[in-house]
């Protein structure tokens, strides 16, 4: 089975500063990984380059057995960003249009039969916000925020699904109930999921793996190891 992932001898600069220096990472299927390194290690950079936003210097990036596409037009690929547009807060919609949007914004993937009615509530259902449906987005709590961003990117039944420091904004509680929600998701869906994070130590020890991103490079190791990093 092909990996959901695959970076390999990834180089990448940005207005000649050495972001990556020859990274190498694979996201087996049904996997959930964590990806954890300090502010400006450049997670940010892997998740674009995943999405397609940007391409690697030398190096290559697959997706699912592909080359990665800058929009993921047919729903394979679902994504929460580190920081939400500040328009969604002030937009005049509901949770579920905004959840519903997604499915207007782009074709799903080529060949898929689900039920457009029904994705809606169920991704808010897994997302845990069913309740919230008819609530206006711009008055949620953050950690309900969040929630309506994961249903967003849940709704076509992704099987890659990015978070982009998606705990960054929100209290502790919040955070473990979040990341919880996500290991839960991944066990029931057997989407893989790469969550990327700064904080390691508010991180439940709920991926498969941890991988960490340093001086340009991924090294590894497994949830709940002790002992050194070591070059993957």
């Known amino acids: 089975m092909e990996a959901a992932v695959q970076l390999d001898g990834v180089f990448f600069s940005y207005r000649g500063t050495p972001i990556l220096k020859g990274a190498s990472f694979?996201?087996?299927?049904?996997?959930?990984?964590?990806?954890?390194g300090p502010n400006g290690a450049g997670k940010s950079t892997v998740i674009r380059l995943i999405l397609g936003e940007l391409a690697p210097d030398r190096g290559t990036v697959e997706v699912l057995g592909r080359a990665p596409s800058a929009a993921s037009p047919d729903g394979v690929v679902g994504y929460v960003p580190q920081q939400?547009?500040?328009?969604?807060?002030?937009?005049?919609?509901?949770?579920?249009?905004?959840?519903?949007?997604?499915?207007?914004?782009?074709?799903?993937?080529?060949?898929?039969?689900?039920?457009r009615k029904?994705?809606?509530?169920?991704?808010l259902r897994a997302a845990?916000?069913?309740?919230?449906?008819?609530?206006?987005?711009?008055e949620l709590s953050g950690g309900q925020f969040q929630r309506a961003l994961l249903a967003r990117a849940?709704?076509?039944s992704p099987k890659l699904l990015l978070l982009d420091e998606p705990t960054s904004n929100l209290d502790d509680e919040s955070a473990d109930?979040?990341?919880?929600?996500?290991?839960?998701?991944?066990?029931?869906?057997?989407?893989?999921?790469?969550?990327v994070t700064h904080d390691r130590a508010r991180m439940p020890d709920l991926p498969d793996r941890v991988v960490c991103l340093h001086d340009g490079l991924?090294?590894?190791?497994?949830?709940?190891?002790?002992?050194?990093w070591h070059d993957v």
């Open 128 to 138: 845990g916000i069913e309740d919230l449906a008819r609530r206006p987005i711009g």
């Open 218 to 228: 991924v090294e590894e190791r497994l949830s709940g190891q002790a002992g050194e």
């Open 177 to 195: 109930a979040l990341v919880r929600l996500v290991s839960k998701l991944t066990r029931e869906s057997g989407a893989s999921v790469l969550l």
């Open 26 to 36: 694979t996201l087996a299927p049904g996997e959930l990984c964590a990806l954890v």
């Open 118 to 123: 029904g994705a809606v509530p169920r991704a």
């Open 84 to 115: 939400a547009p500040d328009d969604y807060r002030h937009f005049p919609a509901s949770v579920e249009e905004v959840v519903g949007a997604m499915l207007s914004a782009a074709p799903v993937m080529k060949g898929w039969r689900g039920d």
């Open 154 to 156: 849940l709704v076509s």
